[in-house]
């Protein structure tokens, strides 16, 4: 139920508007909820969880899309790499945009989840100076119980300041080019900051939520996993892909946005998709490599050790994308890769390589969903790299020096 605010606790008008709660209650949320950041007080109205008519009634209008606006992160970022926003400037402009967001007469509330399945959600509340910022990013979160996110453990917080000046970036050393506004995230604090039109960034604001949530998830027993589902009557696959395959085949595959939850209890979405939101375990697991030279072949079986070993890698024409994530680590992708091993031989998943960029015959759209169909009722001999080139020894290169302590199951 929608709830109203109200620092005057003055009565609700009748039955059918929202229920009206003191400042000193959403205060007493904002402390509980995260004691290492500075909380929100309510100067007028904080209107919690209004749904889109209700939003709309407030102001809220569907904002132009954008994208590659600027994500500064810090925090424990796998692979030693530096913060890109260093501890006291993250603190400096959580107090700044948590002192405007409290000068606003009304600001707007919601609680919501990352993740389709209970078992290894997060919670997150979002705190916003615009009922807009809120419409738009309301519908990226799965609905939670009322109470939730005071009574999870580690819930995330959302900061929007939308009408935040806009040199608010020069104070964190980003100048004033980034008119359009910049997102931060903090992984220890588990906190993330949108200034400006940062939320009409849907892709930037989704990998910045995934980051965020993606240590707590695997703590609860869930591999977040940049990753798609292709189901085909009973039988659900999972995918992973360069992102123009998918794009060529967007769809046929669920969810629109690379992001599914592994678990013992099957699969789940990170994001809100519209549809079904839990699914079975993976009948099999097909890796896309993309390998112009040849010595991938075009289709065939690997051993749980190996499926890891090219999960790991996420080689692509050259290029090494560990775990095929592209965004933003908080996850050592070596250990991402020791529990897909685990989930792989404990529940018997089959996996697959498929070469997408086998020299002549590349396969995208419509073309890869079938070789895929079909690859499961079809005895697919094991892996046997083909002749010619040193592409065995490039993995091991750039995987030993990525990760010294590689299992020794892991294999090409």
Request: with cysteine; hydrophobic share 40%; proline share 6%.
């Amino acid at each position: 139920m929608s709830q109203c605010l109200n620092v005057s606790m003055s009565r609700c008008l009748n039955a059918s508007m929202p229920q009206c709660l003191s400042s000193q209650y959403f205060y007493h949320l904002s402390q509980t909820h995260r004691q290492t950041t500075f909380g929100v007080i309510v100067k007028d109205q904080a209107f919690l969880n209004l749904n889109s008519s209700q939003l709309q009634h407030k102001g809220a209008t569907i904002a132009e899309s954008l994208s590659g606006l600027p994500l500064l992160v810090r925090g424990h970022v796998p692979g030693g790499g530096p913060s890109e926003i260093s501890k006291p400037h993250f603190t400096k402009l959580l107090k700044q945009v948590t002192n405007h967001i409290s000068s606003i007469s009304n600001i707007f509330v919601h609680d919501g989840a990352i993740g389709s399945s209970p078992k290894c959600d997060v919670k997150v509340r979002l705190i916003s100076d615009s009922p807009s910022a809120m419409l738009s990013l309301s519908h990226m979160l799965w609905e939670t119980p009322t109470r939730a996110v005071s009574q999870d453990s580690c819930p995330l917080t959302v900061y929007v300041a939308t009408s935040i000046s806009p040199g608010i970036g020069e104070s964190i050393g980003l100048g004033s080019k980034e008119n359009d506004g910049f997102i931060a995230a903090d992984i220890e604090r588990s906190s993330l900051i949108l200034c400006g039109k940062a939320f009409s960034d849907s892709n930037t604001t989704k990998e910045a939520l995934a980051a965020l949530s993606g240590p707590v998830i695997f703590a609860r027993g869930g591999l977040p996993l940049s990753a798609r589902l292709l189901v085909s009557g009973d039988s659900v696959v999972l995918l992973f892909a360069p992102k123009r395959t998918f794009k060529s085949c967007r769809d046929l595959l669920v969810p629109s946005d690379a992001g599914v939850i592994l678990s013992s209890k099957g699969l789940a979405f990170l994001f809100q998709t519209g549809g079904s939101n839990l699914f079975k375990l993976p009948a099999s697991v097909f890796l896309a490599s993309s390998d112009s030279s040849g010595v991938i072949p075009s289709v065939s079986k690997l051993s749980p050790g190996q499926a890891a070993y090219h999960f790991l890698a996420g080689y692509q024409n050259g290029k090494f994308i560990p775990a095929y994530n592209k965004g933003t680590w908080s996850i050592d992708p070596l250990e991402l890769a020791k529990a897909f091993l685990s989930k792989l031989k404990d529940d018997q998943i089959s996996s697959y390589l498929f070469n997408v960029d086998g020299g002549e015959n590349n396969v995208n759209g419509k073309d890869f969903a079938k070789v895929v169909q079909s690859t499961l009722s079809e005895n697919i001999p094991p892996f046997q790299a083909k002749s010619g080139g040193d592409l065995e020894e490039k993995y091991k290169s750039f995987l030993l020096s990525k990760f010294p302590d590689l299992p020794e199951e892991f294999s090409f």
